[in-house]
């Protein structure tokens, strides 16, 4: 069983799902897409983005150079995209068992009430 | 980066030298805080810290170099504390261990031994070779003054004379401990043999432990012998010094094993193995004597009283022979870093 993803980690690769990203537009878009859920620190940021490139998940797209300061656009990668869909479907599943075993509660709940 | 605050100024120097720097600037100035809050100062330093290790896909590399800090951690501690110690007063002499010795011993001639003018003592007195080849010889200690009677016993009873002397010590301000009977230990029973008391005293820096025995060889009937040892309590400074080295030396041997790390990164398997292998091999040797020498660290200000022998004892005595190899055994990772090694290239876009 594949292992579990972290929470940053999920959001880095969701908010990379549809263009190419720098920092600050990855701690926006991961921000936007959760409605405000996740607030990702710079520190963990560029730490998940330093280790999804090492394992291939992240590539580097390019880079830009913004009032002398050094700017860095990141994609994701095939390997980045199967990643992202394997836990989505694991979230899915997890989800769909809990929804099930509530509605069994519910309809116990009813039946001894 | 200049318009960046200073504080994220201070902590970006956490990252290593590099592009990450410049581009963590232009992520915070783009989310345009003044000044870091203090979870995300700790975060920065933790990830920047991280980051200082390379190989960022690597957990191997977090535990080794948390290893090597421990150990460098206890050599700087070790370092500063004995430093620190240069400046704690003298045991005392003249006058000042005259009025010690009267108080303890009133009308009697006594006798003070002091086995070195150092602030260790090594009963086998090497020289400064022999000790960086062999290490120091088992009794390696503090130095203290051995206070006593001239003629070694004391007529009466131990007890007695054990009551008033700590009234005595009482009287003259020290800070005077409870008696306890020593003794040999009947096996059957597991009672002591009620044949001595020993007690402590502290005054102005200075402790006492007092002794008194009925069990020595050759005392007479009647009589009993006396001792009274006098040390120098480890003053709140020299702990501080310690602590200060601990931080201080772990920073150090965290940092050179992010440098070693990251300058082997991309190297060839040899050098990575090279660099890698011994550095492991001599936390073999080396981490068990640090983690000894950090809780005797830790036990001495729990116990309390005037330490018999420093912390770090155990490394430079029975320890020195392991201790000596693992240190080479980092040097030939340090060396193979240096010689082998190269900065660890900026990864480059790629086109897909």
Known sequence: ?113 | MSRLGAGYRLLLRAYPPGRRRGELADTLLEVGRARPSVREGLNLLRHGLRARLGRPASTAVVVLATMIALVTGVVGAAVTTRLAWEAVPALPSGERLDEIAGTVFPGVPTTAEKYSDELFYDLREPSTAEVFLTGHDEDFQFTDVILGPESRFLPGDYRQWTVEAQGRLVEAGWDVGRAEVTGATWIATGEIDDSGRLFTATRDGLALEIQTETDVVDTPAGSFSVTAEVDRLTPGYVLAAGVFGLLAGALLGWLVTGWVSRRTEFQGAGVRSLAREPAWLGLVFLLPQALVALVAMVGQQVVGGAPGSPFWALSVTYGFGCGLLGFVLFGVSLVTALVAGKAAPDAEPVVS
């Not at chain 1, 700017?71 to 390997?79: A, Q, S």
């Not at chain 1, 995209?81 to 509605?103: D, F, I, K, P």
Request: charged share 25%.
């Open chain 1, 1 to 113: 069983m594949a292992k579990a993803m972290r929470e940053p980690t999920f959001w880095i690769l969701t908010a990379l799902v549809d263009q190419a990203r720098h920092g600050y537009g990855i701690i926006q878009q991961a921000a936007s897409l959760s409605d405000g859920q996740v607030t990702l620190q710079a520190g963990t940021l560029y730490a998940a983005l330093d280790r999804l490139h090492a394992e291939g998940l992240v590539a580097i797209d390019h880079d830009e150079t913004v009032d002398g300061r050094p700017r860095r656009y990141y994609r994701l990668t095939r390997g980045g995209v199967a990643a992202l869909q394997e836990e989505t479907t694991r979230l899915e599943r997890n989800a769909s068992t809990a929804s099930r075993q509530l509605a069994a509660r519910r309809h116990l709940g009813e039946a001894t009430a």
